[in-house]
Nanobody, 116 residues
């Protein structure tokens, strides 16, 4: 019903920047929020940032001041600008979309690796 495709991941040095993008397609009229999660090897998936249709944003404490989420309604995309990247930011990043009744939709993930 809703398809999410991430792009923009890669390998970057500490202190560098990456911009992730997620393109949504399908029956997206019911989606009320979109966001980004990440999962490091051996760790639980965690919320990185999210934004509702009304513009309300939420960030994990570990990324506040460094990451910025934005949505483009005309293009049905959500982006995550990541600055001042740290090795602990390494992980698989997943785009998400929330349906108020049916729960979460997920993209396939894009790898972000931060190392020297």
């Amino acid at each position: 019903q809703v398809q999410l495709v991430e792009s923009g991941g890669g390998l970057v040095q500490p202190g560098g920047s990456l911009r992730l993008s997620c393109a949504a397609s399908g029956s997206i009229s019911s989606v009320v929020a979109m966001g980004w999660y990440r999962q490091a090897p051996g760790k639980q998936r965690e919320l990185v940032a999210s934004q509702t249709n009304g513009g309300s944003t939420s960030y994990a404490d570990s990324v506040k001041g460094r990451f910025t989420i934005s949505r483009d309604g005309a293009k049905n995309t959500v982006s995550l600008q990541m600055n001042s990247l740290k090795p602990e930011d390494t992980g698989m990043y997943y785009c998400s979309a929330r349906h108020p009744l049916r729960g979460m939709y997920w993209g396939q993930g894009t790898q972000v690796s931060v190392s020297s």
